[in-house]
């Protein structure tokens, strides 16, 4: 039997093109909208950027630039592509969309990416041959950029991020999540793979925790996207490179720094997990973000990402430290106007505990199947209900499920 339903959340809204909107139910839709005709990029006189950076080329060059940036966030995209020797790109509703341009030659590729880049940040390109940057545009938002070389010159990618973090009512998150801002210690992950969203709901919990609690925010990110201010909280935001030599050698330092909340961007390695297991058993609340595609393979790689003599400890300290995981996906309305979140929601529960540290967490799946009074469910039931809704269509759903057969 299928997991009873959970209540209803909050209608799916547009936020930039970035990551839109979870929604398990859905409340009544009006019928969609036929397609729109794909906008195109057209440039046209702008007032001028107030970049976040020192400039270091010609302005013309930089203008252009920002134009680029500034037009494809008008778009609505999610991101803009410079590619050697073809036309500008844009992902539009998870679509990469070329542009009525012409090619771009190697070298104005390079000039335009060196316009916006520090000093130091060409000397690392240079040394490197590829970087991870943060880019600004005041009353646009924020780019996280890659830049790298390859056999026909140098490309680079920018990932348009709003200039306001959105909220979780915007991106339609259900509030059962709200339980997950009010732990004191613990950690909770975000999932999925690049493009997700996964970054911006976590943002967005932690907005929640910046309006309505006291404490010290402390971000550890590669580059830093969203932007906090100071509400309630004392927010510490560092980046990778320009303010600490790694995440883990930031995570060191952190638990010398007193804070009450860390974030952070990724944890790529054993050293980063290790060091997070250990802030969220001593008493910090530990948001990060991982690259898994469920709740039950984000225990697991967790697990398995140390030496099999490490593992039962492991077990136990995970059983006492998770608090939740939210995986999710970006998924295509029919009509392909718009993309939305279809999500798989796991709240630690001691029955959830008890079968990490029991090394049983294929069982898990049952709980996340039935306990949806409990704020669970699975990302089959979030994909079926969209398709009952006729929001997504079959093919599109079957992209993502775990059990195919369940749509008939």
């Given at each position: 039997?299928?997991?009873?339903?959970?209540?209803?959340?909050?209608?799916?809204?547009?936020?930039g093109?970035?990551?839109?909107l979870?929604?398990?139910?859905?409340?009544?839709?009006?019928?969609?909208?036929?397609?729109?005709?794909?906008?195109?990029?057209?440039?046209?006189?702008?007032?001028?950027?107030?970049?976040l950076?020192?400039?270091?080329?010609?302005?013309?060059t930089?203008d252009?630039?920002?134009?680029?940036?500034?037009?494809?966030?008008?778009?609505?995209?999610?991101?803009?592509?410079?590619?050697?020797?073809?036309?500008?790109?844009?992902?539009?509703?998870?679509?990469?969309?070329?542009?009525?341009?012409?090619?771009?030659?190697?070298?104005?590729?390079?000039?335009?990416?060196?316009a916006?880049?520090?000093?130091?940040?060409?000397?690392?390109?240079?040394?490197?041959?590829?970087?991870?940057?943060?880019?600004?545009?005041?009353?646009?938002?924020?780019f996280?950029?890659?830049?790298y070389?390859?056999?026909?010159g140098?490309?680079?990618?920018?990932?348009?991020?709003?200039?306001?973090?959105?909220?979780?009512?915007?991106?339609?998150?259900?509030?059962?999540?709200?339980?997950?801002?009010?732990?004191?210690n613990?950690?909770?992950?975000?999932?999925?793979?690049?493009?997700?969203?996964?970054s911006?709901?976590?943002?967005?919990?932690?907005?929640?925790?910046?309006?309505?609690?006291?404490?010290?925010?402390?971000?550890i990110?590669?580059?830093?996207?969203?932007?906090?201010?100071?509400?309630?909280?004392?927010?510490?935001?560092?980046?990778?490179?320009?303010?600490?030599?790694?995440?883990?050698?930031?995570?060191?330092?952190?638990?010398?720094?007193?804070?009450?909340?860390?974030?952070?961007g990724?944890?790529?390695?054993?050293?980063?997990?290790?060091?997070?297991?250990?802030?969220?058993?001593?008493?910090?609340?530990?948001?990060?973000?991982?690259?898994t595609?469920?709740?039950?393979?984000?225990?697991?790689?967790?697990?398995?990402?140390?030496?099999?003599?490490?593992?039962?400890?492991?077990r136990?300290?995970?059983?006492?430290s998770?608090r939740?995981?939210?995986?999710?996906?970006?998924?295509?309305?029919?009509?392909?106007?718009?993309?939305?979140?279809?999500?798989?929601?796991?709240?630690?529960?001691?029955?959830?505990?008890?079968?990490?540290?029991?090394?049983?967490?294929?069982?898990i799946?049952?709980?996340?199947?039935?306990?949806?009074?409990?704020?669970?469910?699975?990302?089959?039931?979030?994909?079926?209900?969209?398709?009952?809704?006729?929001?997504?269509?079959?093919?599109?759903?079957?992209?993502?499920?775990?059990?195919?057969?369940?749509?008939?």
């Amino acid at each position: 039997m299928g997991a009873p339903a959970p209540a209803p959340l909050a209608a799916p809204r547009s936020m930039g093109g970035i990551s839109v909107l979870p929604s398990i139910p859905l409340p009544p839709q009006p019928p969609l909208a036929p397609p729109e005709e794909v906008p195109s990029l057209e440039l046209v006189p702008l007032e001028p950027a107030a970049p976040l950076v020192a400039p270091t080329a010609n302005a013309s060059t930089r203008d252009e630039m920002d134009n680029l940036l500034r037009a494809a966030a008008g778009m609505f995209a999610s991101d803009l592509h410079l590619h050697s020797g073809m036309p500008i790109m844009v992902r539009l509703r998870g679509l990469l969309t070329p542009q009525p341009t012409q090619p771009f030659p190697a070298q104005h590729v390079e000039a335009l990416v060196r316009a916006i880049l520090t000093p130091v940040q060409q000397a690392r390109l240079d040394d490197a041959g590829e970087l991870d940057f943060a880019y600004g545009i005041s009353g646009v938002g924020r780019f996280r950029a890659n830049v790298y070389r390859h056999q026909r010159g140098m490309d680079a990618t920018f990932r348009i991020i709003p200039d306001q973090v959105p909220t979780m009512e915007q991106l339609g998150l259900p509030p059962a999540l709200q339980a997950l801002t009010k732990y004191h210690n613990g950690m909770v992950l975000f999932t999925g793979p690049a493009g997700c969203g996964k970054s911006t709901s976590l943002a967005s919990l932690l907005n929640v925790i910046n309006q309505h609690h006291h404490g010290h925010i402390l971000t550890i990110e590669d580059p830093i996207e969203y932007v906090h201010r100071p509400i309630k909280c004392s927010v510490n935001q560092r980046q990778v490179g320009p303010h600490t030599e790694s995440f883990a050698r930031a995570l060191k330092g952190a638990l010398r720094e007193d804070p009450d909340v860390i974030v952070i961007g990724e944890m790529r390695d054993l050293e980063t997990i290790s060091l997070a297991l250990s802030a969220a058993e001593t008493g910090h609340l530990v948001l990060a973000t991982l690259h898994t595609s469920n709740a039950i393979r984000t225990v697991n790689r967790i697990i398995n990402a140390f030496p099999p003599s490490q593992q039962d400890q492991v077990r136990a300290m995970l059983s006492e430290s998770l608090r939740g995981v939210v995986s999710q996906r970006l998924v295509r309305t029919v009509d392909g106007s718009r993309r939305l979140a279809a999500l798989e929601v796991m709240m630690v529960s001691k029955a959830v505990g008890n079968l990490i540290r029991e090394n049983k967490t294929l069982q898990i799946r049952s709980i996340l199947q039935t306990g949806s009074a409990d704020g669970n469910y699975l990302l089959d039931n979030s994909l079926l209900h969209l398709f009952q809704q006729k929001i997504i269509s079959k093919e599109e759903a079957l992209l993502y499920a775990e059990e195919p057969k369940r749509f008939g």
